[in-house]
């Protein structure tokens, strides 16, 4: 059973352009969600997170949108840039609970 | 600054052997992962030690074992491996409350 699912494996977008990255999941108990940036032969990076009682946070470049009704979140990457090509992951935890569970990836491209 | 690194970054053992891989984290974060994970899937929990005990365990064949010495160090003993438990072996810590996980940069296992 996956409880957190990033259905597009890949995904290239102009440089300068918005990247928009997309994550469900199924577990109603999560209560925060992050999203992590990976390097090929390099441990996942943390980039954003979110609680559940936001509907949006923001940081520099980077805003992650919460749908808690639809069970979606999404990551947007404004403006893209050549160093955000990478494998994007997100995930989902309980406040406490000491376990987070990853989505698939998206391998994002930013063409120049 | 690397604050969770992992040593060593790459090993090659048969399924005879016995081997250990290491991780020290320099945050003072009273929790400390192992996860797993496979060319283009996500990470996988394995153990959670929280406060230098084991306090998740996700079923993982005996032939893991986990050991956690102090609070900076953390082990993963391996011994009568498969070919499929060739993976990255990644390390992470955490404040064990909420929040983001801090990876290392993986050790990269192969098991001929």
């Known amino acids: 059973d996956q409880q957190v699912k990033q259905n597009s494996p890949s995904l290239s977008v102009q440089e300068g352009r918005i990247s928009i990255l997309n994550c469900d999941y199924t577990?109603?108990?999560?209560?925060?969600f992050l999203w992590y940036k990976k390097y090929p032969a390099e441990g996942p990076t943390f980039l954003i997170s979110?609680?559940?009682?936001?509907d949006k946070n923001e940081d520099g470049r980077f805003t992650v949108f919460l749908n808690k009704s639809a069970k979606h979140l999404s990551l947007h990457i404004v403006p893209s840039q050549p160093g955000d090509s990478a494998v994007y992951f997100c995930?989902?935890?309980?406040?406490?609970?000491?376990?987070?569970?990853f989505g698939q990836g998206t391998r994002l491209t930013i063409n120049p | 600054d690397t604050e969770v690194t992992q040593t060593p970054k790459h090993l090659v053992m048969g399924m005879t052997n016995k081997k250990s891989l290491k991780c020290e984290q320099h945050?003072?974060?009273?929790?400390m992962y192992w996860y797993k994970q496979k060319a283009k899937k996500p990470p996988e929990l394995m153990f959670v030690?929280?406060?230098?005990?084991?306090?998740i365990n996700e079923s993982v064949p005996s032939r893991f074992s986990p050991e956690c010495p102090n609070s900076s160090l953390l082990n993963l003993h391996l011994h009568a491996l498969q070919p499929e438990d060739s993976a990255l072996y990644l390390c992470?810590?955490?404040?064990?409350?909420?929040?983001?996980?801090?990876f290392g940069e993986g050790s990269r296992l192969t098991v001929l």
């Open positions: 995930a989902g935890g309980i406040q406490g609970a000491q376990k987070l569970v």
């Open positions: 577990n109603s108990m999560f209560d925060y």
């Open positions: 979110i609680s559940s009682i936001k």
């Open positions: 945050m003072g974060h009273r929790a």
């Open positions: 030690y929280s406060y230098e005990k084991l306090s």
């Open positions: 992470a810590v955490s404040t064990g409350v909420s929040g983001e996980l801090f």
